[in-house]
């Protein structure tokens, strides 16, 4: 069984998250049954973007890496204080340890900064949220090569540029865990156009 650990940060967005819940969970039921997803964070009880409440199955320091096969990291607003749990070295210790392993690590738009922030990006590429460039260039104060593309992937580690690009994000982890055609046919009982590339 293929583990991803969905790490939330309070104030995370709750489509960037459910994205990476609906693909890994489609998989399990329908697809190679493969993989499982389980959440964790900073406590159990997490607040997300506008203010809904997650309980969540680990708490960080619960957590050994060496039985996860996956990261993924939505990003959040910082009006419901995501960088507060998302900038805390317990949180981007966790994804360095990640790294370390040669996890693959999967974030949708800001959820890109705290990898930053852990220094994983230093001279690699990676794209964040693009309106506004103020997240570009805190990414690039980071050491990141910022690429404006929806998502890039260097090594293990993959960034995507704004929402709308969260469910293609779960589909290339979901690749990466299981097959192209694997995915293929998740992508088509979901309801979303094949990729032909």
Request: charged share 20%.
């Amino acid at each position: 069984m293929k583990k991803v650990l969905l790490l939330l940060a309070n104030g995370f967005e709750t489509y960037e998250a459910s994205a990476f819940i609906d693909v890994i969970g489609w998989n399990l039921i329908d697809g190679d049954g493969s993989t499982r997803l389980f959440t964790c964070g900073m406590q159990k009880e997490i607040k997300t973007t506008f203010n809904q409440k997650v309980v969540v199955d680990y708490l960080i320091e619960e957590i050994d890496v060496g039985s996860f096969d996956a990261l993924a990291v939505p990003g959040g607003f910082e009006e419901y204080n995501y960088y507060e749990d998302a900038y805390s070295e317990q949180f981007v210790s966790l994804i360095r340890k990640f790294n370390e392993q040669n996890k693959t690590i999967a974030s949708v738009c800001v959820g890109s900064l705290p990898i930053g922030k852990s220094g994983i990006l230093k001279n690699r590429e990676a794209t964040t949220y693009k309106v506004g460039k103020v997240r570009q260039q805190t990414l690039k104060s980071y050491g990141a090569n910022v690429i404006n593309e929806p998502v890039v992937t260097d090594l293990n580690v993959i960034t995507s540029w704004n929402p709308s690009t969260a469910i293609d994000v779960a589909f290339l982890l979901l690749e990466l865990l299981t097959s192209k055609n694997n995915t293929q046919h998740i992508r088509e009982i979901m309801g979303f156009k094949p990729k032909n590339n």
